[in-house]
């Protein structure tokens, strides 16, 4: 794919979600989208052949910015106990900061998860890939105690997705994105269960 057509598609999404928080996915069309861009609608089709196309590019563009900034985390050098802290923090904040600066789109997410979920599908798989590593490092450096690595970071991907809606609902009703009361609960809760706690004495 050559550079001119990745710059005019990356265009094309970023100014549908200029469009989308401003004004809202239903009331924002094709041609709206076209006219912005300044590409034109013969354009904007040739790369996308309906605003669900257009939209579930948006979302995925979206999620590219927070799994990026997740594996950027998980590359750094720190023990798996410290670095599974931080991931939780940066995976709500990160979380938090999309949605706020999307404005309306963040109300059509909640009224289309299910679009949401099939388009998240690929980066939830790289979430979970992520977290598992991260398990398999501290088992490793004799930090975490877990019989099934597998089925952990499942419950643990699976407890932070469950704490997206509620989080944004608390960005939305004037909370702070870097709020960290909730990704304090799940360390509190969850992550020291995983720790590895020395014997009795």
Excluded: C, W
Excluded at 86 to 114: C, M, P, Q
Excluded at 161 to 180: L, T, V
């Amino acid at each position: 794919m050559s550079e001119v057509v990745v710059k005019t598609k990356d265009r094309l999404i970023e100014v549908a979600r200029q469009l989308f928080a401003r004004i809202g996915v239903d009331n924002t069309t094709m041609n709206d989208i076209a006219l912005a861009s300044e590409k034109g609608r013969r354009t904007l089709y040739t790369y996308f052949k309906s605003k669900t196309e257009i939209y579930n590019a948006v979302v995925q563009s979206e999620l590219k910015i927070l799994y990026d900034s997740l594996e950027a985390v998980a590359k750094k050098s720190l023990p798996a106990d410290e670095k599974m802290v931080e991931y939780i923090h940066i995976r709500l904040e990160s979380t938090g900061k999309l949605v706020y600066r999307n404005g309306t789109l963040r109300a059509y997410f909640f009224r289309d998860l299910r679009r949401v979920e099939s388009a998240r599908k690929a980066y939830d798989e790289r979430d979970f890939k992520v977290i598992l590593s991260i398990l398999h490092e501290g088992i490793e450096q004799d930090i975490f105690e877990i019989s099934d690595p597998v089925r952990t970071a499942l419950i643990l991907q699976s407890v932070m997705k469950g704490m997206e809606i509620p989080y944004i609902r608390g960005i939305i009703n004037g909370f702070s994105p870097s709020d960290s009361s909730q990704a304090n609960s799940v360390i509190n809760v969850l992550f020291n269960g995983i720790k590895k706690h020395p014997p009795a004495l």
